[in-house]
């Protein structure tokens, strides 16, 4: 299982390290291209508006779509998980886990289990 995920501020970036999975990050459009692996987004909550175009590209590339089996979002208590819920909505897969900044160990935990339940 592979993470695809975003991360403007660096956040996101950390939690994935800790997460010890192999990843891909979406910078620009130069980060799409259809993925033959199942996979996870882990995905911020920015600004909002806008912020999911990028994303959006990647899952509706060539068949990635099919390959996407949850989404983790993150966020302040503020915009708690946004995005992740609205691609969780718009693509009829789980949230597995929401989590504040860069997580903590037990965030880390839980996402880890999720993905193994996942295969």
């Known amino acids: 299982m592979k993470a695809v995920y975003m991360s403007l501020t660096g956040q996101t970036v950390k939690f ?3 997460l010890g999975i192999e990843s891909h990050r979406l910078i620009s459009d ?34 990635n779509k099919s390959f996407l089996r949850g989404v983790v979002g993150s966020g ?7 995005s ?3 691609i969780v909505k718009k693509y009829e897969v789980p949230l597995l886990h929401c989590f504040e900044f860069q997580g903590e160990a037990r965030d880390v935990e839980i996402v880890r289990n999720e993905v193994e339940k996942l295969g």
């Open 16 to 18: 994935v390290d800790k």
């Open 30 to 63: 130069d980060d799409i291209y259809p993925i033959k692996e199942n996979y996870i987004l882990i995905l911020p909550t920015y600004n909002h508006e806008g912020s999911l175009e990028l994303v959006e590209k990647f899952i509706n590339t060539q068949d």
């Open 76 to 82: 302040n208590r503020n915009l708690f998980c946004i």
């Open 84 to 86: 992740a819920k609205e």
